[in-house]
Each structure stands twice: as structure tokens, then as C-alpha cells.
């Protein structure tokens, strides 16, 4: 059972930073900065807000942090300078926590969960997305920046099979961010620190908890990127982050992270369990708020051709030509919804991959959108 870090055990702020933390949830802030030096920081559709509040001191941080950080967690950041861990406070909300030191002394971030798990329909995900949930083996990665969405669209995805599949999810996070609740599926969820020590030691003993379904939380090092492909390869539906912006640069991501001399054999392995490869980033949307936009790439007889040949750069190519087999190119994404006047052009196209790419695809069709229809003839 996954020794979940202490939390407020009411909604009543016992904790002297959940008055802090109620500012976040009420101006719907993504994360909390607190930095020894300087007064606390919010992080608002993509925008840092300075807090009316004091400069923080060394002590006042540590009376902030200090009664919600676990034992372990704490002592790897008195004794590392580094310490990742979750809070939640009472049903209101749930926080990532990373713990660090800078120049001026402590800092922390404490980014929001939502207080439950979004489903695919709550979250709007378009169909080629929310398409990716219903596959049945092998690897999907999601991928894209850091607070670019990919846990909240990962967890979507994951409650889609709770909720029409009897299948054993086994999920290896550092730390457990959202909190499924079983449904069809039993859930497991195992956290680094308190239930594992690493992520590839979760995933050699997944092998054998009778899984069906196994979430890794990151593909850090090589050990865990060939355990993920083991895994895979035994018929288990495997999925996975990286921090790249596109499809292909995952693809590219994954080979070249092993030594040369394996580099082959993983491409081998990685054409046959490749089965879909979801890119985000996150956009401000006009009128407040924010917007993803995603690459799907979908798993095919091309790509594997691909992947195997080590012919990567025809990725794009198969993406762009891929709509009717359920993939979608970035800078087609983005020109949708700059069309769709949801985000705004200078923002959507600093996202985009191919620039000049990206300006030719809005005016095409802004030029379709702007077309006067033909009148009807008469009767």
C-alpha cells in the first residue's frame, strides 16, 4: 500500500502554508513558488503573480514546510539539497511538492492536482486523443515540457480503462499524483521513496504482480527506458513520459539513449511495441485560461518500417499524411485553433515546430474559412 505523505486530515487550513495554497485554488494558479528572499509567487495561466506577502526567511520556510514534508523526503533535502513528495490539502486540492536549495537559500514549488481524476469527457480531449486509450498492448508515450499537461492527460486515459476495463493498473510514480479510485480495474499505485526505490525496480517487479496495464511516471535513465520496452514486449500495455515536443524527437529520444553498439536491437524492438505517441503543450487561450495542443502519432506498418530502418525523419511525414488513421500534426493543431480563434497567432506560433510551415497552413485556411459559398441556383 502506498504510504501516501501526511496531509491536513480537514479542510479546515490546520497547516500554516494551506492559507497560501487556498490562494492558489482560488485564483486558479498552476503552482506556488516560495523562495527564501522573496515574497511568494503564483503562477497564473502561464503569468507569475507576486503575492502581497512578506519577504520569506530561512525560518519562516521551514515553518511552512516543514510540518507537511514526510520524514524521508525532508531528511534527502536537509542532507541532497533535492526532495520531490505530495500534500493534500484535506478534499480541496492536492499538490506535487519539489523541495531545492538556491542561492539565497530554500525554494520550493508546490504544483496543484486536481482534487480528482478528470476524465476524458471533463477534459475535452479531442477524439484522436481520447482514441489512444483504447489500445490494447505495446507502448504509448506522452510527451511534451514540463507543465505542458501530460500527467493530467495520462490520467484521463488511465480512468477511460478503469471505467470500461477489468484490467490490474500498476502505476510508478515519484510522487503519486492523482488518486484513482478502482472501478471495473484493480489499481495499484506504488510511489519512489516510500514503496520502491526506482522506477526500473518497480518495473522488474511489475512483471510479476499480473499487471495489464503499467503506468511509468517518467523514462529517466536507460535502465528504466529498456525496462519499459521489456515490459512492453511481453504483451503489457506500457505507458510512459519524455520531455521532448514532438513525436519523432521521441522516437529519436528513446534510440539514442542507448550505447551505439544496442542502438539496432532497440529500433528492432521499439517498430514492434511502438503503438501511439501523444506530444502536448499548453497555450494561453483567449479570454483567460489555457488550451493544449497535441501530436498524435499512431502505430503502423510505415512507422515500424521507419523505426527499423532508422529512417526517423520520415515520422513528420507519416503524421501529416496520417489524419484519416487517427494522427494529427502539431502546426496543424495550432493552426486549428488559431482559425478557431482560441488562441492567439504570436502565441501559437512560437509553439510550432515548422514555422513557415505553421503561417502556411492559417492562411490556408483562414482563406478556406473567409470563401464565399456559391449562391444556390434558382428554382
Known amino acids: 500500500m502506498t504510504k501516501t505523505p501526511p496531509a491536513s486530515s480537514s479542510d479546515m487550513g490546520v497547516n500554516r502554508i494551506d492559507t497560501l495554497l487556498r490562494i492558489v485554488v482560488d485564483k486558479k494558479a498552476s503552482d506556488l513558488h516560495l523562495a527564501v528572499g522573496s515574497p511568494p509567487i503564483v503562477r497564473v495561466d502561464g503569468d507569475l503573480q507576486r503575492l502581497k506577502w512578506r519577504t520569506l ?28 513528495f505530495a500534500y493534500a490539502m484535506g478534499k480541496i486540492a492536492r499538490f506535487r511538492v519539489n523541495l531545492f536549495r538556491q542561492e539565497h537559500g530554500s525554494g520550493a514549488v508546490l504544483r496543484m492536482i486536481p482534487p480528482k481524476v478528470l476524465s476524458i469527457e471533463e477534459l475535452g480531449l479531442p477524439a484522436v486523443v481520447a482514441s489512444v486509450a483504447r ?69 522488474k517487479a511489475a512483471l510479476r504482480e499480473d499487471p495489464d496495464v503499467v503506468l511509468v511516471g517518467e523514462l529517466r535513465d536507460l535502465e528504466t527506458m529498456s525496462m519499459a520496452l521489456q515490459a512492453a514486449e511481453t504483451g503489457l500495455l506500457v505507458f510512459a513520459t519524455l520531455h521532448t515536443n514532438s513525436a519523432s524527437k521521441a522516437v529519436d529520444r528513446l534510440i539514442d539513449s542507448f550505447p551505439a553498439d544496442e542502438q539496432e536491437q532497440m529500433r528492432t524492438v521499439l517498430a514492434e511495441v511502438l503503438k501511439a505517441v501523444v506530444a502536448q503543450v499548453i497555450l494561453k487561450k483567449k479570454g483567460g485560461g489555457r488550451v ?26 507519416l503524421i501529416q499524411t496520417g489524419r484519416l488513421s487517427g494522427m494529427i500534426a ?50
Do not use: C
Open 135 to 203: 489500445v490494447p498492448r505495446g507502448l504509448v508515450l506522452v510527451t511534451g515540457p514540463t507543465g505542458s499537461g501530460k500527467s493530467t492527460t495520462l490520467a484521463a486515459l488511465l480512468d477511460w480503462i478503469n471505467r470500461t476495463r477489468a484490467s490490474h493498473i500498476v502505476t510508478i510514480e515519484d510522487p503519486v499524483e492523482f488518486l484513482h479510485v478502482p472501478q471495473k480495474s484493480l489499481i495499484s499505485h506504488r510511489e519512489l521513496g516510500f514503496d520502491t526505490p526506482t522506477f526500473a525496480a518497480a518495473l
Open 292 to 317: 493544449p495542443a497535441f501530436e498524435v502519432l499512431r502505430g503502423s506498418s510505415a512507422l515500424s518500417n521507419s523505426i527499423r530502418e532508422g529512417k526517423t525523419s520520415m515520422i513528420s511525414t
Open 57 to 84: 526567511t530561512e525560518e519562516e520556510y521551514e515553518s511552512l514546510i516543514g510540518p507537511i514534508a514526510p520524514e524521508k523526503p525532508f531528511k534527502d533535502w536537509q542532507d541532497t539539497g533535492d526532495a520531490d
Open 330 to 379: 502539431m502546426d496543424q493543431y495550432l493552426a486549428d485553433l488559431v482559425v478557431a480563434a482560441i488562441v492567439d497567432t504570436d502565441d501559437a506560433l512560437e509553439k510550432a515546430l515548422d514555422k513557415d510551415q505553421f503561417k502556411a497552413l492559417v492562411e490556408k485556411r483562414k482563406t478556406a474559412v473567409a470563401r464565399p459559398t456559391a449562391p444556390a441556383a434558382a428554382g
